[in-house]
């Protein structure tokens, strides 16, 4: 969605930093906990260890809204007038059961990075 919303020129700029989400996501929880830890002990233990999870609520609440403002794509929409006119008779789930394929390359690549940030003392 991001390569088709962005211009003809960079494509890969934005789907690169698109792919940064997860390493920033990362990061901003662990600082959320670092600075949840300072607070003493008793209030840490007690109240202080809910303060990431609700400012992640917060997140999700921005991410639905930002989500809820998102049009669909040109390259989407045209090609959705195109599948109307065809009116393709196989529904996507047999497709997929028939050649699963891209689907199983798909996740093997999309798994591989996530993987790769499990730290040695889990693997």
């Keep these: ?10 494509p ?5 930093l698109m792919q940064l989400g997860s390493p920033i996501g990362f990061l901003l929880s662990t600082a959320a906990v670092m600075l949840a ?5 008793a209030s840490f233990e007690s109240w202080g260890w809910r303060l990431p999870f609700i400012a992640s609520a917060a997140l999700l609440a921005i991410g639905l809204y930002v989500r809820m403002r ?8 045209q090609v959705a007038a195109k599948a109307e006119v065809a009116a ?5 789930v047999l497709q997929l059961l028939r050649r699963p394929r891209p689907l ?7 798994i591989g990075p996530f993987a790769m940030t499990t730290p040695a003392s889990h693997r």
């Design 70 to 77: 998102v049009v669909e794509s040109p390259v989407f929409e």
């Design 88 to 92: 393709e008779a196989k529904p996507p």
């Design 1 to 10: 969605m991001v390569a088709e919303h962005s211009d003809d020129r960079r």
């Design 37 to 41: 830890t300072l607070l003493p002990d």
């Design 12 to 16: 890969g700029l934005w789907t690169g």
């Design 104 to 110: 199983v390359l798909a996740c093997a690549v999309g």
